[in-house]
């Protein structure tokens, strides 16, 4: 349950220059994607499991409702509804019973949490407390990317990657230190959609970094 949860995120090195600290982009990118809640994006995500033959490909809607709630409501290829909120991270497939844990319990819930907020809330201070923020490029196309720099976090994420062109981010990628990894397409590029039904990791990749080309 935890791992399709946290999946929502993927990581790649994207970048052609070499990042720079957080400050002024990492800022002033964070701050122009900032939206008033409720906020909702498509979404495409691609999973990479080592246990796995494929890819695990799930889409739907995101929603950030403010704070520290959202949802990730599932459409294909199953029905799932993940709320989180309050301290609490909740998850319903179908009409089966709903099953609920404290979110402390589930460090990369709360990554996945920070990752979604970094992109609609632009809560810079808040993301500096768990994640060394680093950014390339400029405004027509830029790379953020999150390092966790807490004990908890360190032990589970390696880092998360946000893709995307003047206030809109197209990729989020979630590298784990168990070597899976996923990458998640939204808003725009979600819209598009996938060019094959198990993609390569890095042609999909190749392809957050070009913008959807």
Known sequence: MLRNIAALIVFASTATAAPVPAGDLAESLLAGMAKTPPVSTPFVEVSYRGVLDQPLIVSGTLRWLGGDRMERDIA???SEIATIGDGQVSVQRGDREVHSMPLSRAPQVGAMLAGFRAL????VSSLQ???TLSAVGGEARWVISLVPKTGQLKQ???SIVIDGRGHE???LTVRNT???SSITLVGAMARQGLQSVAPLESALAVRCRDGGR
Not at 120 to 123: C, N, S
Request: proline share 11%; glycine share 16%; net charge negative.
């Open 178 to 180: 168990n070597g899976d």
């Open 129 to 131: 407390q768990d994640f």
């Open 76 to 78: 294909k290829p199953f």
């Open 120 to 123: 609609l809330g632009g809560d």
């Open 156 to 158: 589970q994420l390696v």
């Open 169 to 171: 981010p197209r990729c």
